[in-house]
T-cell receptor, first 115, second 113 residues
Framework: DAGVTQSPTHLIKTRGQQVTLRCSPK?????VSWYQQALGQGPQFIFQ???????QRGNFPDRFSGHQFPNYSSELNVNALLLGDSALYLC??????????????FGSGTRLTVV | AQSVTQLDSHVSVSEGTPVLLRCNYS??????LFWYVQHPNKGLQLLLK??????LVKGINGFEAEFKKSETSFHLTKPSAHMSDAAEYFC???????????FGKGTMLLVSP
């Protein structure tokens, strides 16, 4: 039973560039959330997708956008990269609104470095 | 609104001694609470979860946590630390299935021989 798969595992980008990160949820899960974890901090919620729509959004600028596909996989796009966007980006999946009962499964993350 | 406070940024123990990682939460609703562990350069692994059933929750690798509503606490314990327990631990709160997860700032557990 595959868990959450994220790609790529590491990425180096230059300031001002754009980046796309990808996530495949755990088999049977249909809800995907994205989190940003800066060095030495706890993860911060970016947004959540369900039924191909953004359901909730955290306190992140519009440079951060996402998409969910019919197979429940998801992408996180960040435009006009800033040095401060350097972080570990985590994807978490769950089944509908049952995450609080059955838990959220996290991927190993994509380490983004902006230079 | 919901929030989580992890009372210690670092905890140091010797192998074989008990572990206590402290967490207090604030929530306007009946929360679900989780503990996650993160080993260096790894993602987050669920240790245990509280979802309004038994207040004493048993997790993986011998960890337990007790939900105390009167104290708004959800402390994580383990009777005997192992070297492999050295990692960062996050206390997390969620107020509904579709709500976001709110993380504490983490507690780094250091285990010495």
């Amino acid at each position: 039973d595959a868990g959450v798969t994220q790609s790529p595992t590491h990425l180096i980008k230059t300031r001002g560039q754009q980046v796309t990160l990808r996530c495949s949820p755990k088999s049977g899960h249909d809800t995907v959330s994205w989190y940003q974890q800066a060095l030495g901090q706890g993860p911060q919620f970016i947004f959540q997708y369900y039924e191909e729509e953004e359901r909730q959004r955290g306190n992140f600028p519009d440079r951060f956008s996402g998409h969910q596909f019919p197979n429940y996989s998801s992408e996180l796009n960040v435009n006009a990269l800033l040095l401060g966007d350097s972080a570990l980006y985590l994807c978490a999946s769950s089944l509908g609104d049952r995450g609080r009962f059955y838990g959220y499964t996290f991927g190993s993350g994509t380490r983004l470095t902006v230079v | 609104a919901q929030s989580v406070t992890q009372l210690d940024s670092h905890v140091s123990v010797s192998e074989g001694t008990p572990v206590l990682l402290r967490c207090n939460y604030s929530s306007s609703y009946s929360p679900s609470l989780f503990w996650y562990v993160q080993h260096p350069n790894k993602g987050l692994q669920l240790l245990l979860k509280y979802t309004s059933a038994a207040t004493l929750v048993k997790g993986i690798n011998g960890f337990e946590a007790e939900f105390k509503k009167s104290e708004t606490s959800f402390h994580l314990t383990k009777p005997s630390a192992h070297m492999s327990d050295a990692a960062e631990y996050f206390c997390v709160v969620s107020i509904s299935g579709y709500s976001t997860l709110t993380f504490g700032k983490g507690t780094m557990l250091l285990v010495s021989p």
